[in-house]
């Protein structure tokens, strides 16, 4: 196949759709460590009638063909809500994107990151950001450390050899993002305990689990903290009403509420966590379907799903509390109770925390004191164009 010119062309039928989320398989399948998303999910992803995100954005997808097989595929979109921040806070007037990359070999990367940063430039952008897939929220930067274990539930994983791919193509590296991991049958530390132990005895504090049965009232009280506590953060684009929903249906049957704590002060919440089961344990062997019984093995794991890992996304502090001893205390106490129910409800052994924005100061600190180190890293580049 080699031998056959390389094409490529904007996404433009169902069969270009298909072809551009089968090229995912094609290009990933022999590596152990890469998760297969379920390809229904993946359809919802580019689909702008079922993804919430597109409702301030727009894109192309393209996809690259050699004797009419899928060698590579990549993604250029704008966000109307990242060219309205400030500059110096990561994105700004005149920033596009690029994402959802994969390539066979070389060349075929270059077309398509050429190809992507040509149509950018065609819509009036100066600048180049990648990988982010697709929005900032989803999977953003780029996988260069950490391939030998696989994933853990709405993170990236990438071949190594696209980090000289791409920095070849002219990308300088402007972000990294990290996560951490960390053994959480162990107890933390004593100074960690003694900490916890201060916030039981205050009266002002009280954590609780989130009550499902009130889950869009419930999502908005963390909504609103996570767009005050993120709001001065390198790349924050605030999250829209129409994106919470959206992440919202998909995200519901793998909340429980014991994994999900929101902290009050005073009567008023303050912060959250949000801890979700690894469910990449449970699509992983689907491999992206579904059928003919992916479905009830899916359904049954969901009940009461028993797990190595636990991800930590989300975690958040307003704003007036950050940089305090009250911040660090609250995220201690989520994190130990949140610890106590993966372990004893779910059998877990092993937390995963992030991405954390390797500038992030207060959160790294917060990860180094329980003892947890970085296990993945991923790098998010940009070019002018």
Known sequence: MASHPLAVRPVSSAADRKMFIDAAYLLNGDDPNWVPPLRSELASTIDPKKNAWFSHAHG???IATRGGK???RISAHIDKLALEMAADKGFGPGTGFWGMFDAADANTAKALINTAEDWLRNQGMTRAIGPVSLSIWEEPGLLIEGHDHAPTVMMGHHPAKYQAWIEDAGYQPVKKLLTYELDITVDFPPI?????ASGEKNPRIHIRPVDKKNFEAEAEIILAILNDAWSDNWG???LTPPEIA?????????VFEDLIQIAELDGEPVAFMITLPDLNEAIGPLKGSLLPFGWAKLLLWLRK???RTMRVPLMGVVKRLQSSRMASQLAFMMIEYIRRASVANYGATRGEIGWILDDNQGMRSIAETINSRVNRVYQVY???L
């Open 382 to 384: 940009a070019k002018p």
């Open 305 to 307: 799903p028993q797990v």
């Open 236 to 238: 924050f684009v605030p």
């Open 70 to 72: 899928p060698v590579g």
């Open 192 to 196: 960690v305990n003694r900490i916890i």
């Open 246 to 254: 959206d992440v919202g249906k998909k995200l519901k049957p793998i």
């Open 60 to 62: 192309q997808l393209f």
